[in-house]
């Protein structure tokens, strides 16, 4: 068992609109460079900022323009589903890389990717740049029963997209792309065509008959895998269910699971960064508590023994 403590909600500075409350509810990835915290919530037009220490109220950067409803199921109807956050290495006119973040793909509505500049000190630097990534996600949703994609990495030479499963037919796996003919794409054109990948499944089983699905990754130092998992009671993609369980896991360079510690408290845990050092994981979590009425915080554990 691994356990974790909270370390703060994450809380606004200001709202992202008029009548939405001062936090983000929906975290579903995170990303940490130097002193910024970088947090993707899926129920918002809007990436949060927020320090590495301290429990200083964050700010919101604007990723698309216009405004979601207010209800429940409106907005998630209409809602991008940023789902997955990525920082990319440096590139054409990025020399001090990029954050890329990417809609589920599990609807229509949902494979959008936002490209945000960094610069020397891990700072968004210009406007965001929307991609249309329904081309390079159409072979892919082919691939799997129902797309859903819940994550990403930079694994060595690939960009690491990763597969959740559910209830339904819907099975884990990492979908890896070749990264510079990725990023090579992305600097031709903002609808980038269809590229060749591979599909690795990754097998988590289940716990009280529910399967376990991935919710994010983090790559060590060491070149494996850490990655969070939740045990969602869904059938499919779109619809929200209790949270059985939740876990850290890791995987071997060749998509083994060498490790798997259930979270204590249970957290539904969306979001993860994971830094090795010796034998010991440390981790910090953002969480999706699938209640627009809770926010969503930001816990810290530590796996050792050999992690």
């Known amino acids: 068992m691994l356990s974790c403590h909270k370390?703060?909600?994450?809380?606004?500075?200001?709202?992202?609109?008029?009548?939405?409350?001062?936090?983000?509810?929906?975290?579903?990835?995170?990303?940490?460079?130097?002193?910024?915290?970088?947090?993707?919530?899926?129920?918002?037009?809007?990436?949060?900022?927020?320090?590495?220490?301290?429990?200083?109220?964050?700010?919101?950067?604007?990723?698309?323009?216009?405004?979601?409803?207010?209800?429940?199921?409106?907005?998630?109807?209409?809602?991008?589903?940023?789902?997955?956050?990525?920082?990319?290495?440096?590139?054409?006119?990025?020399?001090?890389?990029?954050?890329?973040?990417?809609?589920?793909?599990?609807?229509?509505?949902?494979?959008?990717?936002?490209?945000?500049?960094?610069?020397?000190?891990?700072?968004?630097?210009?406007?965001?740049?929307?991609?249309?990534?329904?081309?390079?996600?159409?072979?892919?949703?082919?691939?799997?029963?129902?797309?859903?994609?819940?994550?990403?990495?930079?694994?060595g030479q690939y960009l690491v997209l990763l597969q959740r499963g559910n209830k339904g037919n819907a099975g884990n796996a990492l979908v890896s792309l070749d990264l510079h003919a990725f990023l090579r794409a992305i600097e031709r054109d903002d609808r980038p065509d269809a590229l060749l990948f591979t599909v690795t499944p990754v097998e988590l089983g289940s716990i009280e008959g529910v399967p376990w699905g991935l919710t994010d990754a983090s790559v060590l130092s060491d070149g494996r895998i850490a990655f969070t998992a939740v045990a969602e009671n869904t059938d499919n993609s779109f619809d929200d269910g209790p949270c059985i369980a939740a876990a850290v896991g890791i995987l071997s360079r060749t998509a083994q699971v060498e490790r798997f510690e259930l979270l204590s408290p249970t957290l539904k845990a969306e979001g993860l960064h994971a830094t090795l050092t010796g034998d010991h994981l440390h981790i910090l979590l953002v969480t999706d508590d699938d209640d627009p009425t809770r926010p969503a915080g930001l816990w810290e554990g530590e796996m050792g023994g050999g992690a």
């Open 7 to 155: 370390l703060r909600d994450l809380t606004l500075a200001a709202p992202s609109a008029a009548g939405r409350p001062a936090y983000l509810a929906a975290a579903s990835s995170l990303v940490v460079v130097g002193s910024r915290l970088y947090v993707i919530a899926d129920d918002e037009l809007h990436l949060g900022v927020f320090p590495t220490q301290g429990d200083a109220e964050g700010t919101l950067i604007r990723l698309l323009d216009g405004e979601l409803p207010d209800g429940e199921k409106k907005r998630k109807r209409r809602k991008p589903d940023f789902e997955a956050q990525v920082r990319l290495p440096e590139f054409a006119k990025y020399p001090h890389g990029a954050l890329l973040a990417l809609g589920s793909g599990s609807r229509d509505n949902r494979s959008t990717g936002i490209l945000l500049a960094l610069n020397a000190k891990g700072f968004i630097a210009g406007a965001p740049r929307v991609l249309d990534l329904s081309r390079l996600f159409a072979p892919i949703d082919k691939a799997f029963d129902d797309l859903n994609i819940e994550g990403a990495v930079v694994f």
